[in-house]
Nanobody
Framework: QVQLVESGGGLVQAGGSLRLSCAAS????????MGWFRQAPGKEREFVAT????????YDADSVKGRFTISRDNSKNTVYLQMNSLKPEDTAVYYC??????????????WGQGTQVTVSS
């Protein structure tokens, strides 16, 4: 079992920045792919970014390329999502998730409770 707890969400103006954190605990949590997903009201949950357990490989959704950066610190069992140049369409509940493997469409195994990000225009 892996437990995930997100933090860092909030309200920010368009063009601003936020950094989300996800603290992981549990069995071999540092060996998992750690991903961020988001779900806006009335929309399906979508992939945002993921990072492998060494931090050497990252994958981003086209909608956030050049604006969001995912990183991890395995000494702290924490993954981060630095979000810059935020847009109103980035408004969503952001979820941290963990999976032993990653491929497009993969259903991650463990999920956090989510943190709200609201971007005002």
């Amino acid at each position: 079992q892996v437990q995930l707890v997100e933090s860092g969400g909030g309200l920010v103006q368009a063009g601003g920045s936020l950094r989300l954190s996800c603290a992981a605990s549990g069995r071999a949590s540092s060996r998992y792919y750690m991903g961020w997903f988001r779900q806006a009201p009335g929309k399906e949950r979508e992939f945002v970014a993921t990072i492998n357990w060494t931090g050497g490989n990252t994958y981003d959704a086209d909608s956030v390329k050049g604006r969001f950066t995912i990183s991890r610190d395995n000494s702290k069992n924490t993954v981060y999502l630095q979000m810059n140049s935020l847009k109103p369409e980035d408004t969503a509940v952001y979820y941290c998730a963990a999976s032993m493997i990653h491929y497009p469409g993969r259903q991650y195994d463990y999920w956090g409770q989510g943190t709200q990000v609201t971007v005002s225009s």
